[in-house]
C-alpha cells in the first residue's frame, strides 16, 4: 500500500515511443500515459527536471533491445523533483521531499519502461538522493548517471590521492564530473584531459593540469604517462598506449582493449548522498550546456542537440511549464 494525501490524477503527460528508431521520427508526446503504479519500495516523483543522456538515443535507436523492456517506452534516467507519495516500506523520503537520481538500478538491463520524461515517475527509494539545497532542479537533473558514473569508474580503478589520470572527452557530462572528482573527491596529483579548442578554458576551470586539444595532438604520443586513463569517448586502441606500467585503464563506451576493462553503471543513491557534501560547498560543479536546457514541449529538439556529440556538459529538459 502507498500513502498520499494529495489526489493525484490517474492519467499524466509523457513523451514516448513505440517502435526503435531515430529520436525525430519515433518519439510522440501522449497526454494520456497512465500514472506509474508504485511498489512498496519505491516513491512516485512529480518530475521538475529530467536530464538525458547518450544511452537514452542509444537505447531508442534499439542498439539494447535484448535487454530492454517492452515497447512502447518513456526514455529518461536521470530526474530531479518533488515526492508526491510513497510505498509503505519507504523509510527515507516522505511527500514534498526534492529528490533527485537514476532511476534504473541496472543501467543496460531491463531498464525501466516508465522513464523520467513524464509529469511522474516511480522509483525505488534506494536509488535517490534528497537534491543538493544549493543546486536548482535543473542542475539536479544533470548529474545522477553522469556522476555515478564518473565516481564508479574511479572507484573500480582504485584511483586515490596522488595519483596522475587522463581522461578522454573531459568536457562531456561524464567527463566534466571525472575531472572534478580526481580533484576535488580523490586528491588527483595531476590531471590531464582532452577536449576541442573551444572548450579547453572549461577543462581548465574543472581542475586539468593539462588540458590537451585533440584537434592539434595525439594524447599517447606524450612522452608522460598516467597512473590511470578514463576513457569517455570509445577511444580504448589508443588510451591504452598511455597508461603507465601497472596502471588502469577503464572505458565506458567502445571496444576493450587489454589490460582496459568496461563497465556498466549501477545507480545508487548513496553515491549521491557522499557526493552531496562536495556539491553543496561548491567544489564541485555541475555543468549544464549554455543551449542544453529545454522546455517538455521541446523534448524532440533536446534529443537532436545531444545527438550532434558536441554537447558540453549535460542536455536538461524542464518539466515545469
Not at 48 to 65: C, E, Q, T, Y
Not at 80 to 103: L, T
Not at 240 to 266: D, H, M, N, S
Request: charged letters at 25%; one cysteine or more.
Amino acid at each position: 500500500m502507498a500513502s498520499s494525501t494529495e489526489t493525484l490524477p490517474s492519467k499524466m503527460k509523457a513523451w514516448t515511443y513505440s517502435e526503435y528508431g531515430k529520436s525525430s521520427d519515433v518519439l510522440k508526446l501522449d497526454s494520456d500515459v497512465v500514472v506509474p503504479p508504485l511498489n512498496d519500495n519505491q516513491v512516485l516523483v512529480k518530475v521538475v527536471a529530467a536530464g538525458i543522456n547518450p544511452v537514452d538515443f542509444k537505447r531508442m535507436l534499439g542498439m539494447f533491445k535484448e535487454i530492454d523492456s517492452p515497447l512502447p517506452i518513456i526514455p529518461g534516467y536521470d530526474v530531479a523533483g518533488v515526492v508526491v507519495k510513497v510505498g509503505s516500506q519507504v523509510k527515507k523520503f516522505k511527500e514534498g521531499d526534492e529528490v533527485y537520481g537514476d532511476i534504473n538500478e541496472k543501467a543496460l538491463d531491463h531498464p525501466k519502461q516508465l522513464g523520467t520524461i513524464a509529469e511522474y515517475t516511480a522509483v525505488e527509494e534506494k536509488l535517490l538522493a534528497f537534491k543538493p539545497k544549493n543546486l536548482s532542479f535543473i542542475e539536479a537533473a544533470g548529474l545522477p548517471l553522469a556522476i555515478e558514473t564518473a565516481h564508479e569508474g574511479l572507484e573500480r580503478c582504485e584511483f586515490s590521492a596522488g595519483k596522475s589520470i587522463l581522461v578522454l572527452g573531459g568536457a562531456g557530462g561524464v567527463g566534466t564530473m571525472i575531472i572534478q572528482l580526481a580533484k576535488h573527491v580523490y586528491g588527483a596529483s595531476k590531471i590531464a584531459a582532452t577536449s576541442s579548442t573551444g572548450k579547453l578554458d572549461l577543462l581548465k576551470s574543472l581542475g586539468a593540469d593539462l588540458p590537451i586539444d585533440y584537434t592539434k595532438e595525439n594524447f599517447e604520443d606524450l612522452p608522460e604517462k598516467f597512473d590511470v586513463v578514463y576513457d569517455a569517448v570509445g577511444q580504448c586502441d589508443r588510451a591504452v598506449k598511455a597508461v603507465k606500467e601497472g596502471g588502469r585503464v577503464v572505458t565506458i563506451i567502445g571496444g576493450v582493449v587489454p589490460p582496459a576493462f568496461v563497465f556498466i553503471l549501477t545507480s545508487n543513491g548513496a553515491v549521491l548522498e557522499k557526493l552531496n557534501p562536495f556539491l553543496e560547498s561548491g567544489k564541485v560543479k555541475p555543468i549544464i550546456d549554455p543551449k542544453g536546457i529545454f522546455s517538455f514541449s521541446q523534448t524532440r529538439e533536446a534529443f537532436a542537440y545531444l545527438e550532434t556529440g558536441r554537447v558540453t556538459g549535460k542536455v536538461v529538459i524542464s518539466t515545469i511549464p
